[in-house]
């Protein structure tokens, strides 16, 4: 990976052409940074890298119907290109989603919405080993470790911990696994917390989602506001 005073190769993929080439043109203004490769799809990005390294991956968290959700991305990523630092630029800039993707190994988490310079300096400080956050994303994170104990009221009856929207209602064991999921925490570690199988998790994630009407992550998150049990 490229030291401070190395040139940090990067490689970007989005599937928004414009968005894609914004940054690019953004990248190309700083001297220690190269870009070595711009993807519309992980698939292009996955081949690409074979031939043309990079030490920072910078990826949008949410792609098209037909490829991978940011989760998935991610670890696909990391199983391929372990010595890669992967830097999330997304739409989606919600606690749950960054939590999330910090999680699964993601260094640094940028909105689409901040200021261009901030994947400046996302991309040097995961270059360097670090991990990035805006100022009020950290500040989230502190407020909501602060809060946990109160995010969710005690509740007399199995009932009131159904996950439901829109007439829709998940069953007991589902509404386990969307709650630990909206609250960050990964099909293994939601494996290990109730003794299931990983196996056993999935199916019950993805039978949640068909009932939701959901087919990504990123999808769900933007459902949560209407999930009533939360």
């Known amino acids: 990976m490229g030291s401070s005073l190395a040139t940090i190769r990067v490689a970007v993929l989005d599937d928004h052409a414009v968005v894609r080439c914004g940054v690019v043109a953004r990248l190309a ?58 830097v999330i630029f997304s739409a989606h800039h919600e606690l749950s989603i960054v939590n999330l993707a910090l999680r699964v190994g993601a260094r640094g988490f940028v909105g689409k919405r901040q200021d261009m310079s901030q994947i400046v300096t996302a991309i040097r400080r995961v270059s360097r080993g670090k991990t990035y956050l805006d100022a009020d994303m950290t500040y989230r994170f502190a407020q909501a470790i602060v809060d946990s104990p109160l995010r969710r009221p005690s509740a007399d009856s199995p009932e ?58 990123a999808e769900l998150f933007k459902l949560k506001h209407q999930l009533r049990g939360f």
């Open 29 to 86: 203004e700083e001297s220690d940074i190269q870009v070595v490769g711009s993807y519309g799809s992980s698939r292009s990005m996955i081949a690409g890298l074979r031939d043309a390294a990079a030490d920072v991956l910078l990826v949008d968290y949410s792609l098209g119907p037909d490829e991978l959700d940011g989760v998935s991305l991610i670890r696909a990523l990391m199983a391929r290109f372990p010595a890669c630092a992967i």
């Open 160 to 217: 009131c911990n159904l996950v439901r929207v829109e007439g829709v209602r998940l069953s007991a064991k589902e509404s386990e696994v969307i709650r630990c999921f909206l609250d960050g925490l990964t099909v293994r570690e939601i494996a290990r917390k109730f003794e299931r199988s990983e196996k056993t998790i999935s199916t019950q994630k993805w039978s949640a989602f068909r009932k939701l009407g959901v087919r990504s992550d």
